[in-house]
Nanobody
Framework: QVQLVESGGGLVQPGGSLRLSCAASGLTLDDFSIDWFRQAPGKEREGVSCISESDGSTYYADSVKGRFTISRDNAKNTVYLQMNSLKPEDTAVYYC??????????????????WGQGTQVTVSS
């Protein structure tokens, strides 16, 4: 059975940092492009970042560029999203998913891909 499990969310003050993890079982993450999405209440889902399975290239939405970093640890079968200089507008539920990752379109995934259950990130003073 395939599972993606996100962890690392929580409450942090503006300017703080969090590292989200996306751990997989039942599949090898290195065989997939991995996407990070977020969804805030009342807002549409936003593709935040992704890492390609083919060459490890990465993509970042303009809203997080320079603050977030995506990486893989193949030995742990885990993908990370390091989030620095967090802002209140980063508050959302963050999801990882298998999908596609291109320089033009960024992260793309649908109901036919594997998704985690999400982890809440709240940035507030």
């Amino acid at each position: 059975q395939v599972q993606l499990v996100e962890s690392g969310g929580g409450l942090v003050q503006p300017g703080g940092s969090l590292r989200l993890s996306c751990a997989a079982s039942g599949l090898t993450l290195d065989d997939f492009s991995i996407d990070w999405f977020r969804q805030a209440p009342g807002k549409e889902r936003e593709g935040v970042s992704c890492i390609s399975e083919s060459d490890g290239s990465t993509y970042y939405a303009d809203s997080v560029k320079g603050r977030f970093t995506i990486s893989r640890d193949n030995a742990k079968n885990t993908v990370y999203l390091q989030m620095n200089s967090l802002k209140p507008e980063d508050t959302a539920v963050y999801y990882c998913a298998t999908g596609s990752c291109t320089e033009v379109a960024g992260p793309m995934a649908d109901e036919y891909d594997y998704w985690g259950q999400g982890t809440q990130v709240t940035v507030s003073s």
